[in-house]
Nanobody, 115 residues
Framework: QVQLVESGGGLVQPGGSLGLSCAAS????????MGWYRQAPGKQRELVAT???????NYADSVKGRFTISRDDSKKTVYLQMNSLKPEDTAVYSC?????????WGQGTRVTVSS
């Protein structure tokens, strides 16, 4: 059974940095696009960033220039480096991956940006 497990969330002050990881495990034959999404309290889930199997990235306008998505296929892991964090970045961050031609979600990790 395929699983995605996020780690790295926590509390950070405005202007600070935080790195998230999402590791895939199980019987994996192929990993295509992977991405990070977030859901703030009282809001709908929104796309943060995606990365294709060829390394092509896409970002939400709100995080461009501040967040960086990357992947290490040897570790079956996707990363999200978040810099210059703002209070409005506070949310539960979840990763999504197309694995074995099916979509999977992680359980989410909470990021709180507050002084």
């Amino acid at each position: 059974q395929v699983q995605l497990v996020e780690s790295g969330g926590g509390l950070v002050q405005p202007g600070g940095s935080l790195g998230l990881s999402c590791a895939a495990s199980g019987r994996i034959f192929s990993i295509n696009a992977m991405g990070w999404y977030r859901q703030a309290p009282g809001k709908q889930r929104e796309l943060v960033a995606t990365i294709t199997s060829r390394g092509i990235t896409n970002y939400a306008d709100s995080v461009k220039g501040r967040f960086t998505i990357s992947r290490d296929d040897s570790k079956k892991t996707v990363y999200l480096q978040m810099n210059s964090l703002k209070p409005e970045d506070t949310a539960v961050y979840s990763c999504n991956g197309e694995i074995n031609l099916l979509g999977y979600w992680g359980q989410g990790t909470r990021v709180t940006v507050s002084s």
